[in-house]
């Protein structure tokens, strides 16, 4: 990929499992959307650290966001409901 280019991805999230939002070392993206087909939770994590910042119930989606995102300080997004849901994003590599 190159700078510019979109990222994007959309998977099946287990129960109480994680989304992480990155990008291999060295490569940085700007997170614009996130999608969810049912309630989550939003946090920032660092690999050790985890900040919830946000909680959602319900489908939804996160939309015209900045969230900056590399290797090690990225967004995570957990499926807080009690079966596997749907959980994506988009957004632009900007390194």
């Known amino acids: 990929m190159a700078v510019g280019d979109v990222v994007a991805d959309i998977q099946s999230i ?17 997170i614009h959307n996130i999608y969810h087909e049912h309630d989550i939770e939003l946090s920032k994590y660092d690999g050790t650290n985890s900040l919830a910042f946000d909680t959602e119930t319900g489908p ?36």
């Open 14 to 30: 287990a129960a109480a499992a994680y989304l992480d939002i990155q990008p291999s070392a060295g490569v940085e993206w700007v």
């Open 60 to 95: 939804g989606i996160h939309a015209k966001y900045a969230f900056h995102c590399n290797n090690m300080d990225r967004v995570r997004v957990k499926n807080t409901n009690v079966s596997a849901r749907l959980i994506g994003y988009d957004g632009v590599q900007t390194k």
